[in-house]
T-cell receptor, first 115, second 108 residues
Framework: DAMVIQNPRYQVTQFGKPVTLSCSQT?????MYWYQQKSSQAPKLLFH???????NEADTPDNFQSRRPNTSFCFLDIRSPGLGDAAMYLC??????????????FGPGTRLTVL | AQRVTQPEKLLSVFKGAPVELKCNYS??????LFWYVQYSRQRLQLLLR??SRESIKGFTADLNKGETSFHLKKPFAQEEDSAMYYC??????????FGDGTTLTVKP
């Protein structure tokens, strides 16, 4: 089945130690998104890629970076994780940004713990 | 700035009762509203979108621009409807805003 895959499902890192979360998709979608979701809160968009174009949300901390080396893969890099970065990180894709194509397909998420 | 508000964190109804999950939004442009659902131990998935104007699993939602609302309704709730429901606004610039979600519990 075509889908959105996130690895690992659970990630534990130490305070200040860089960590990378991975997302891949077999849907061949143009757009890939990264969300941060803290307990009992809404998923919060960090950034998205439209093809190779990176679009950062204005309030996304500089500590969060992303890479999209090809259509299928997108990575979230947290350069110096703090305790406040512990959260569920969701990857999503959409075929395009335009109406009728902007339904988002989500991965299962990676739960990040910062010790 | 765009905003999505779901005023109820928790909603509990009995099987067979009508259910309405509220969603209000603020957005200066032409909004595209969605309802996503997350069943227990499953990933977030689309339930319905306002432009399709269809009924999915018995749920409907009408966009009311005058009241800036997109409430989700079902006339007869089923136990399998128990889940977390998120209202979301997507723009063609790629900006997405989700509400905090409503946990619906349908009791037997």
């Amino acid at each position: 089945d075509a889908m959105v895959i996130q690895n690992p499902r659970y990630q534990v890192t130490q305070f200040g130690k860089p960590v990378t979360l991975s997302c891949s998709q077999t849907l061949n979608h143009n757009v890939m998104y990264w969300y941060q979701q803290k307990s009992s809160q809404a998923p919060k968009l960090l950034f998205h890629y439209y093809d190779k174009d990176f679009n950062n949300e204005a309030d996304t901390p500089d500590n969060f970076q992303s890479r999209r080396p090809n259509t299928s893969f997108c990575f979230l890099d947290i350069r110096s994780p703090g305790l406040g970065d512990a959260a569920m990180y969701l990857c999503a894709t959409s075929r395009d940004l335009q109406s009728s194509y902007n339904e988002q397909f989500f991965g299962p998420g990676t739960r990040l713990t910062v010790l | 700035a765009q905003r999505v508000t779901q005023p109820e964190k928790l909603l509990s109804v009995f099987k067979g009762a009508p259910v309405e999950l509220k969603c209000n939004y603020s957005y200066s442009g032409s909004p595209e509203l969605f309802w996503y659902v997350q069943y227990s131990r499953q990933r977030l998935q689309l339930l319905l979108r306002h432009i399709s104007r269809e009924s999915i699993k018995g749920f409907t939602a009408d966009l009311n621009k005058g009241e800036t609302s997109f409430h989700l309704k079902k006339p007869f709730a089923q136990e399998e409807d128990s889940a977390m429901y998120y209202c979301a606004l997507h723009t063609n610039a790629g900006k997405s805003t989700f509400g905090d979600g409503t946990t619906l519990t349908v009791k037997p």
